[in-house]
C-alpha cells in the first residue's frame, strides 16, 4: 500500500520502485507528500538561475546527445566573452541573483583560464554579487580547484546513470568516456568544497524502474546538495535513436521523471532540485508542474537568442526561438499559477549544503 510506504521514516529500494510506479490517485498520494515535505524543509519558493549555454563545442560523443562530437550537422558555436558577461549582466540586472555557464565539453589549458576570466569577470560586474554554478564538463582537480578559488561556488556534473552497465550501453566505450571518471570528478567537486549536483536522464531505454530507484538511492548516498534531472529526449541525429522503439510514450516519461522528483524530496529533503528544461519539451507547463511537487530551481535560458538553436541537445527543445525577456514575463506568471514564489535577488544555495558545512565545521 502506497500510504504505508510513505508513513516509512526510511525508503528502501523496493518502497521507491513502488513509488515510482504509482499511477491516479497512488500518484496524488505521492505528490502530497512531496509537496508537503517541500514547504515545510525548503518553502514554497523558486530561485532563478540564468542559464547561459556558451558552447556547443563538445569531444565528447555521448550516444543520447545531439551535440555529440561526431554529429557533423551541428554549427558549432563559441559566444565572446563579451556576450557571455552581457548575457551575466542580463541575468544580475533581472535580480537573477545566479547564473549557470554551462557548455560542451573542452578540457584545455586555453578553456580553462578563459573560465577564470569569466568568473572574473562576472565578479567584477555585480561586486560579487551574483552566484555562479559551473557545468563544463570533467575537469582535472586542478582546474575544479582554480575555478573555486576564482569564485564558482557550485557545480553540476550529471552522472546520467548510476548504473554501471547502462552507462556502458550510452556511451562509447574509451577512456574519455569513463564511468569512474565521472564520479572521481564529483567527488573531487565536493571534497573541494563545492555545493555538488549531479543527477540522471529519465525514460531511457534498457533503464528500469529498479535502475532509477537505485539513482535516488545513489544520489542520497553521495550526500548531493543539488540535483538536476530530466526526461530523456531521443534526437535523430544521435546513434540512441535507433532504439526508440523501445522507449515509452513521452508522456510517461515526463510522469516518471515527476515521480522522481517527488520521490527525492522525500528522501533529500533540504537539497535543491531543478526542474529541468527538457520538462518544458514534453507539456508546456511542465517545469511549473515539477515545482508544484518538489523542485525549487528553474534556470531560464539567457542565452542570446541567435546561439540559442544551436545547443540543441534533444528534440522540441523548447523556447528557442524567443528572446530572455519574454523567456522570464512567462515564468513569472506560471509559477504564480503554481502556487510558488520567485526569490529574487537571492542566491538560493542549498539548505543542505549549508547544514553540511555546519555539521562538518562541530
Ligand atoms: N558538458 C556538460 C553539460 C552537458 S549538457 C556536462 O557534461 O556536464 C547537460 C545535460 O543535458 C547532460 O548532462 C544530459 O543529462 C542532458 N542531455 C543530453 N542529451 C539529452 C537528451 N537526448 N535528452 C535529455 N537530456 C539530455
Not at 29 to 51: D, H, I, P
Not at 106 to 118: A, E, G, Y
Not at 235 to 240: I, Q, S, V
Request: glycine share 6%; charged share 30%; hydrophobic share 35%.
Amino acid at each position: 500500500m502506497i500510504e504505508d510506504i510513505l508513513k516509512k521514516s526510511k525508503l528502501d529500494k523496493t518502497d521507491l520502485i513502488h513509488l515510482l510506479q504509482a499511477e491516479g490517485p497512488d500518484m496524488e498520494r505521492l505528490f502530497k507528500k512531496s509537496m508537503a515535505v517541500k514547504e515545510e524543509y525548503v518553502q514554497n519558493k523558486v530561485y532563478f538561475r540564468g542559464l547561459i549555454e556558451f558552447s556547443n563545442i563538445c569531444r565528447k560523443d555521448c550516444l543520447y546527445c545531439g551535440i555529440r562530437k561526431s554529429n557533423g550537422k551541428v554549427h558549432r558555436y563559441d559566444i565572446s566573452d563579451k556576450e557571455i558577461l552581457k548575457a551575466a549582466e542580463f541575468a544580475y540586472d533581472n535580480h537573477f541573483g545566479s547564473v549557470v555557464l554551462q557548455s560542451g565539453e573542452q578540457k584545455s589549458p586555453v578553456f580553462s583560464k578563459r573560465i577564470i576570466k569569466l568568473l572574473d569577470g562576472m565578479n567584477q560586474l555585480s561586486g560579487g554579487k551574483l552566484r555562479v554554478t559551473l557545468s563544463c564538463g570533467e575537469q582535472t582537480k586542478e582546474t575544479y580547484k582554480e575555478w573555486f578559488e576564482h569564485g564558482a561556488a557550485r557545480y553540476l556534473l550529471r552522472i546520467e546513470t548510476s548504473d554501471r552497465e547502462l552507462y556502458a550501453k550510452l556511451h562509447p566505450n574509451d577512456r574519455l568516456h569513463d564511468f569512474n571518471e565521472r564520479l572521481q570528478c564529483l567527488y573531487d567537486l565536493k571534497d573541494l568544497g563545492y555545493q555538488t549536483g549531479s543527477g540522471v536522464m529519465i525514460g531511457l531505454p534498457f533503464q528500469s524502474h529498479e535502475s532509477l530507484a537505485n539513482d535516488l538511492l545513489w544520489m542520497q548516498s553521495m550526500d548531493l546538495d543539488m540535483v538536476g534531472m530530466g526526461p530523456y529526449l531521443e534526437h535523430e541525429e544521435t546513434p540512441l535513436y535507433e532504439y526508440r522503439h523501445f522507449l515509452m510514450p513521452q508522456k510517461k516519461r515526463f510522469e516518471l521523471a515527476l515521480r522522481m522528483i517527488a520521490c527525492l524530496r522525500i528522501l533529500m529533503k533540504d537539497i535543491n532540485i531543478a526542474a529541468a528544461t527538457a520538462l518544458q519539451s514534453i507539456d508546456k507547463l511542465g517545469r511549473e508542474k515539477a515545482i508544484k511537487i518538489g523542485a525549487n530551481v528553474i534556470m531560464p535560458n539567457v542565452t542570446p537568442g541567435e546561439f540559442r538553436d544551436d545547443y540543441h541537445l534533444y528534440n522540441n527543445k523548447p523556447c528557442t526561438d524567443e528572446n530572455p525577456e519574454d523567456c522570464k514575463s512567462c515564468l513569472e506568471m506560471r509559477i504564480a499559477l503554481a502556487d510558488n514564489k520567485i526569490a529574487y535577488d537571492e542566491w538560493g544555495d542549498s539548505e543542505h549544503y549549508r547544514r553540511r558545512i555546519l555539521n562538518s565545521e562541530f
